[in-house]
Each structure stands twice: as structure tokens, then as C-alpha cells.
């Protein structure tokens, strides 16, 4: 809160920025395998005033359900 005292957010950041495509695909691959299962739900963009799914033309069936449950869960959890 130094930096933007006025700021309405709080808590840690949990965000990635890399400098191109390859570093955000080599990066996406690697915390889905961390993770476990090798399954991915993402990626998110916060917006300002609500998220944003995004899924590619190359998402799985699994991936598509998985988005669209965090969607209904982000539809249904008050502000």
C-alpha cells in the first residue's frame, strides 16, 4: 500500500508477467505439471469488475467443463 495508498487491494499478488508467448506457454506447462494430474483450468484475466475465462480453440472437452464450472462459481459468488 506504499506504492498506491488509495488501492481496494489487499493480500498477495498471484501473477505472472513474461516478456513473450514461448516464456508464458513454457511457464503455463510447467506449474500444470507442478500441480499434479497435468490438468489446467485457466487462464484467468481479472478484469475491474469481474473475471474473465478465457479458453483456445484448442481446449479439450475436460478443459471447456472445468472453465465453465469456475465460471459458474465466479456467476455465483457475491461482490
Same mark, same amino acid.
Given at each position: 500500500?506504499?506504492?498506491?495508498?488509495?488501492?481496494?487491494?489487499?493480500?498477495?499478488? =498471484?501473477?505472472? +508477467?513474461?516478456?513473450?508467448?514461448? *516464456?508464458?506457454?513454457?511457464?503455463?506447462?510447467?506449474?500444470? $505439471? !507442478?500441480?499434479?494430474?497435468?490438468?489446467?483450468?485457466?487462464?484467468?484475466?481479472?478484469?475491474? =469488475?469481474?473475471? +474473465?475465462?478465457?479458453?483456445?480453440? *484448442?481446449?479439450?472437452?475436460?478443459?471447456?467443463v472445468n472453465? $465453465? !464450472?469456475?465460471?459458474?462459481?465466479?456467476?455465483?459468488?457475491?461482490?
Amino acid at each position: 500500500m506504499r506504492i498506491l495508498p488509495s488501492s481496494t487491494l489487499t493480500g498477495e499478488a =498471484n501473477l505472472l +508477467v513474461c516478456p513473450n508467448v514461448d *516464456s508464458v506457454n513454457i511457464a503455463y506447462n510447467l506449474l500444470k $505439471t !507442478a500441480a499434479g494430474g497435468n490438468v489446467a483450468v485457466g487462464p484467468f484475466l481479472l478484469g475491474c =469488475n469481474a473475471p +474473465v475465462h478465457i479458453l483456445t480453440s *484448442s481446449s479439450t472437452v475436460r478443459r471447456i467443463v472445468n472453465m $465453465t !464450472a469456475m465460471t459458474v462459481v465466479d456467476v455465483n459468488t457475491p461482490r
